[in-house]
């Protein structure tokens, strides 16, 4: 039978196609082999320093960070899964989306909301001593500055991911194998432990590790407790020691966790998809509930819905009502102008991007061009901090490189030409988010069948104007969600913005990390309300797909 | 005679696999052709090597009497002239019917393009349906849609992909009598693709058996039922059984079932062995007859039965009675052979 090769006879052009979209991708990949040339890099001094002294702390804390989030993400998000898809209860309807809210709450900002709140001079603590007449030391309050506080805030914030993937699993079990279990003498919950759970296992996993890739990202929560990790780790040891050698040896480490994640998560969602019993969809099995039960499961969903979007959204909103007049000022408008400028024009070169690969991929057919998107799309997984690291290392070589030349042939010193800029920043946004637009673009592509194509073909039309009449009618969705997605990732990403902006440049996160940093949490509330409120729009996009896609309910 | 597609010796390779082995074949103008085969046999890739989507590796494919596809020539599917109807149908989601059908029609005048639309709505029974989307059509409308599109731009050549192969077995072949009705109402030439016998002789003038990448026999869906040139295309085409046989006199050839007389070719010698193709009308069941066979098997078929019959020494034949001869499996009933068409192969080993 006939490929369903697309084949055209006529461009010429294709020929230089496939060398460019393998270049884009070796480009893209620079900064992840950099750091991992690091591996095998000899050790100096502060190396054998940081190995002596910080090294065990930043493993043993990372593991346990690591483990407390599993944990949290794990119950929060598998519970309301649960709940949500196969029980009925009052409020079903309204829990299935709005426990999406906390995506849209980034880590940093969570955490000195939660600080503002519960600290010694917070308004709980102060209220509780108003109250008992206690003094300091009198009585115990959790402390929220510290292991356990950070892993209570990035829990509620990334419980999503297990949660959305794990619904996604249950829902698509057949109501036949639930239903078997009963008739074979399991009860609820022995049918969810031993049928529905080993099921959605593979899903849950890969959300799991999504959930720790965001884990080992954050840098904004570990920082501002202070807690030594890997990413704050780097950026003592680049910033406070000065040595780009260790900090990008310390990246090269974190790296190796942040790979067996992405192989976990792959094998994983493949191997989901071989747990997919079936195409039927009948209706779900819901369990009922009812008095007390409903009430269990409406708490249950209530909770990280309350302490992971309502509750820092409220305190947000207080502190913004109190200071947005001083706050919003001529330098806000900036603040604001130079986020947009960013963002917009990251995600509009992130969507071409990704156009001119997927496209590429789709004509050309070549495993080749296949093998270079997966590796592009590594990029997600890897920490912000790990890229800016990878990035100013080979641009501050080249810019030397070039100087040297130039001044010794010219007598021109063209200076730190690419480190220091702009371009720098948005190379960077780049191998971090270009995944997320090519995942979204290529959604929109596969819903084009080749024999479109070639049906406008017979009907008489060029290939530019199949282009504009079929394709980008039909890709015209996936190309805006992929715009939006990447500019809110770049508005809330954090440490790569640290380190790579230009001298006096700043964003909205990086003003609202910087003012929390300086204990002005109520002035830094403006720009956080701000990232937040935009970061809902994806969610809401998020929200909405998910509940037109469900067949048959 | 003119012809409206040529198609000479063509040759399509896929990387080192020879798909296409030197294929030939005409059709005239406002004929209908099909291209039959079983799945795999390089038929789909026929059609996309005359729609330009396959380069010719040899030969040659003339249009219109124009040279499209050559060793070293591949004329662009777009400016071919042809229409095509896809398996799948490949409507454009986003567009709505009337929309779907003027996609080709760009660059007539407006006045002339509504009027041609309007009158492919007529024609395919699709007045109502201008403004609807395609995901609001069932699957024959979506069909018709396809239809109305590929021909809107009066193509010299209209190609159909198993234009039939997600509709229902009963819709088939009313559609495709509906289907041929608007092609000759137009005077179309079309060529379709199938593996469905019935659908191409509902619809086709003239079909090509295909087998592994050649074309076995050429002719009417007639003569292929009767007058099958080989082993293919007599197992490939309707039902019946291969009997041996000796040849008898230089008209007639002797089996256990008695003498059938026919056409031989010159060459036979007296005495020499064969085999014949025996199809179930070819047996009758008469209980006058001294020949008997024991019911092994038999399937209700509405009008008639079908009865899959064992005969003394071993050999088995089917029989086409009509319904109400109602038989036990086991039972022992008469049968004689009434053969228009006598067909005979080399005997096999």
Known sequence: MAKSKIRSPVSRLEGLWQPSIL????????????????LLHPSGDIWQHLVDTVLADYLLNSVLLMTGVGLGTFSMGVTCAWLTSLCQFPGKKFFIWTLLLPLAMPAYIIAYTYTGMFDFAGPVQTQIRDWTGWEYGDYFFPEIRSLGGAIAMLSLVLYPYVYLLARAAFIEQSICVIEVSRTLGCSVWASFYRVALPLARPAIVAGLSLALMETLADYGTVSYFGIGVFTTGIFRTWFGLGDSAAAAKLAAILLLFVFSLVVIERWSRQRAQYHHTTNRYSQLPVYRLTGARALIACVACALPLIFGFILPAFQLSLWAIDTYAVMIDSSFFKLVLHTILLGVSTALLAVLLALFMVYGRRVLASKLVYASIRVVAIGYAVPGTIIAVGVIIPLTWFDNTLDSYMREHFDVSTGLLLSGSLFALMFAYLVRFLAVSIQS?????????????????????????????????????????????????????LPATLILRPFNFNTLAVRAFELASDERLADSSTAALMIVVVGLLPVILLSKSIASSRAGS | MTFQLEVENLVVRYD????????????????????????GCGKTTVLRAIAGFEPAFGGRILIDQIEVSSSHYCMATERRNIG??????????????????????KSWPAKERQERVQELLAMTGMLAYGQAYPHQLSGGQQQRVALARAMAPRPGLLLMDEPFSSMDVDLREQLAREVRDILKQENITAILVTHDQHEAFALADEICVMNEGRIEQRDSGYNLYHQPVNRFVADFIGQGVIIPATIESRNSVRTELGSIEGKLPPQREKGALVDVLIRPDDVIHDDDSSETAIVVDKSFRGADFLYFLRMDSGIEVMCLAPSHHNHKINERIGIRLDVDHLVIFDRSN
């Open chain 2, 16 to 39: 080192d696999y020879q798909v296409l082995n030197q294929i030939s074949f005409a059709l005239e103008s406002a004929k209908i052709g099909c291209i039959l085969g079983p799945s």
């Open chain 1, 441 to 493: 673009v290529e959604s929109g592509l596969v819903k084009i069948k080749p024999s479109m194509d070639e049906a406008a073909r017979s009907l008489g039309r060029k290939s530019a104007d199949i282009l504009f009449n079929v394709h980008l009618p039909l890709m015209k969705g996936s190309v805006l969600t992929a715009l939006l997605i990447v500019f809110v990732d770049v508005m809330k990403e």
């Open chain 2, 84 to 105: 095509m109807i896809f398996q799948d149908f490949a409507l454009f989601p986003h567009l709505t019917v009337a929309d779907n059908i003027r996609f080709g029609l």
């Open chain 1, 23 to 38: 270049l884009t991708a070796l480009v893209f990949s620079i900064p992840v082999l950099t750091i991992a040339s690091f």
